[in-house]
């Protein structure tokens, strides 16, 4: 879960089918698959991209962000600046999460937002697209790349749980009760402009231990922390071990949970990591 004080990116707004990439960021709304409008933000960086153009090599990071994130997050927009160094990055809000619209799932759905974000990468010219995922993200990238055969290069999964239901500890039986009561939803709405749908899941998704054997022979990277709150090490060794000899995992000294306990040391790592692993 994350949390934090609502920034601002300045960004042109485009269409993403047609547009030139001028190296300016750039913002837009995506459609998914269900119909909900994604607010997104693409920065090349000081790249410049032709959408028109046959795809480029060069490399692009699609950021999913932890539950209560959002595309104008300081902490996201910190993640997307590291990213950057690396190649391009396209940070969104999922659904119910910010400007974007909808209801938040809390992981079901939101395949289908990173989806919309991906498709937009490829579009604007990317040979070589990586997911990264931090919690809430984390789980949906690996869901996604389980799901969606074929459409990423490398997968990165940061303080990500192995499976659903989990509340072994303090925050996250907060963040049940943040989802599953009405005033804990009503919590979420005005206290962290998420706004939650009330529905419980059903069919209960595709948990991440069983997403991830069906990444191979994408490559995949899992990040935890040996001091996060959410999710104790048993959930990244489940994750590591269904993943077998494809999947490399790293428990990081000292590290909590999700973007804000990611160091730049780390960011440089994982960016360094994705740039000789994607494609």
Same mark, same amino acid.
């Given at each position: 879960?994350?949390?934090?004080?609502?920034?601002?990116?300045?960004?042109?707004?485009?269409?993403?089918?047609? @547009?030139?990439?001028?190296?300016?960021?750039?913002?837009?709304?995506?459609?998914?698959?269900?119909?909900?409008?994604?607010?997104?933000?693409?920065?090349?960086?000081?790249?410049?991209?032709?959408? +028109? &153009? !046959?795809?480029?090599?060069?490399?692009? *990071?699609?950021?999913?962000?932890?539950?209560?994130?959002?595309?104008?997050? !300081?902490?996201?927009?910190?993640?997307? +600046?590291?990213?950057? #160094?690396?190649?391009?990055?396209?940070?969104?809000? *999922?659904?119910?999460?910010?400007?974007?619209?909808?209801? +938040?799932?809390?992981?079901?759905?939101?395949?289908?937002?990173?989806? &919309?974000?991906?498709?937009?990468?490829?579009?604007?010219?990317?040979?070589?697209?990586?997911?990264?995922? *931090?919690?809430?993200?984390?789980?949906?990238?690996?869901?996604?790349?389980?799901?969606?055969?074929?459409?990423?290069?490398?997968?990165?999964?940061?303080?990500?749980?192995?499976?659903?239901?989990? #509340?072994?500890?303090?925050?996250? #039986?907060?963040?049940?009760?943040?989802?599953?009561?009405?005033?804990?939803?009503?919590?979420? #709405?005005?206290? *962290?402009?998420?706004?939650?749908?009330?529905?419980?899941?059903?069919?209960?998704?595709? +948990?991440?231990?069983? &997403?991830?054997?069906?990444?191979?022979?994408?490559?995949?990277?899992?990040?935890?922390?040996?001091?996060?709150?959410?999710?104790?090490?048993?959930?990244?060794?489940?994750?590591?071990?269904?993943?077998?000899?494809?999947? @490399?995992?790293?428990? @990081?000294?000292?590290?909590?949970?999700?973007?804000?306990?990611?160091?730049?040391?780390?960011?440089?790592?994982?960016?360094?990591?994705?740039?000789?692993?994607?494609?």
């Amino acid at each position: 879960m994350s949390n934090g004080q609502a920034g601002h990116v300045a960004c042109s707004t485009v269409r993403p089918t047609t @547009e030139t990439v001028t190296g300016r960021p750039l913002r837009t709304f995506l459609p998914t698959a269900d119909g909900i409008s994604i607010d997104s933000v693409y920065d090349p960086g000081a790249v410049v991209y032709d959408a +028109s &153009a !046959p795809p480029a090599r060069d490399l692009v *990071f699609v950021v999913a962000h932890g539950f209560t994130g959002d595309v104008d997050r !300081p902490h996201i927009r910190r993640i997307a +600046s590291a990213l950057a #160094r690396h190649g391009a990055v396209v940070t969104f809000s *999922f659904r119910g999460h910010g400007r974007s619209g909808g209801r +938040s799932t809390v992981g079901d759905r939101e395949v289908l937002d990173l989806d &919309a974000a991906v498709a937009w990468a490829r579009r604007l010219g990317h040979a070589r697209v990586a997911t990264i995922g *931090f919690s809430m993200g984390g789980s949906v990238v690996l869901r996604h790349a389980a799901l969606h055969t074929g459409t990423v290069d490398a997968v990165v999964s940061v303080s990500a749980p192995a499976r659903w239901y989990y #509340r072994g500890t303090a925050p996250m #039986r907060r963040l049940h009760w943040l989802v599953t009561r009405p005033a804990g939803r009503v919590v979420g #709405r005005y206290g *962290f402009r998420t706004r939650i749908h009330h529905r419980e899941w059903n069919p209960v998704p595709l +948990s991440p231990v069983e &997403a991830v054997p069906r990444i191979a022979p994408t490559p995949l990277l899992l990040v935890h922390g040996d001091s996060d709150g959410y999710f104790p090490l048993d959930h990244p060794r489940m994750l590591a071990e269904a993943a077998g000899d494809h999947g @490399e995992l790293w428990v @990081e000294h000292g590290m909590g949970h999700a973007e804000h306990a990611a160091t730049d040391d780390l960011l440089t790592r994982i960016g360094a990591w994705t740039a000789a692993r994607a494609g």
